[in-house]
């Protein structure tokens, strides 16, 4: 290929075109409308959470509570944690706000809410309101393992792998791998992986 009568060799277009497309690939993870993607960095809404079966099954009872309760005031905790509690739970007066714990960054991070209700008859129920947390685009992740194993005809396989990164759904994954059978012997390799989860 000539371009400004000056010859270009072939790898340097193939790798060109390579950059470029991964380039594309990255801006359109990063900067895509969520409609657009097969997964979603859309902030989630809050929702109550659903309690267990186990705890359903046992029976409630009343005892005497406290004479005052501690809580967090609404109105400022709505400001200083948008979005964490749902509608309803802003529109109930008798809702109060008890505890709020962020949970530890991860895949299902988020915040939870511990609320306390008056019910109409003057008790109070306890519930839990969860809002997930939106996944950053760029992650460290510290992911690390070992694979072994064994086939038929002598075959015995041993891998390891590092999920070093992630951008966006894509996970870059790192292997190293060694096996060895009775037809071919010993073989040792490794390789580099993008993993796309959706």
Known sequence: MKWKGKEIPAWVVKWGLIALCVIAALVYFRYAKDSWKPWTNAPQPAQQAQESRVVERIERVLIPGPERVRVIEKIKYIEKVPGALTPATIADNTAHVIASVVIPPSGSGGTASAILRTASDGVGVGTIEYKPAVPPF?????????????????????????????????????????????????????????DWRF
């Not at 690390?144 to 194993?149: H, S």
């Open 138 to 194: 760029f992650a460290i992740q510290k992911e690390f393992g070992v694979r072994a194993g064994m086939g038929t005809g002598g075959l015995v396989l041993g891998e390891l792998y590092a999920r070093p990164l992630r951008i966006g759904p894509v996970t870059v994954e790192v292997r190293g791998f060694g096996k060895r059978d009775d037809r071919s012997g010993a073989d040792f390799g490794a390789a580099a992986l993008a």
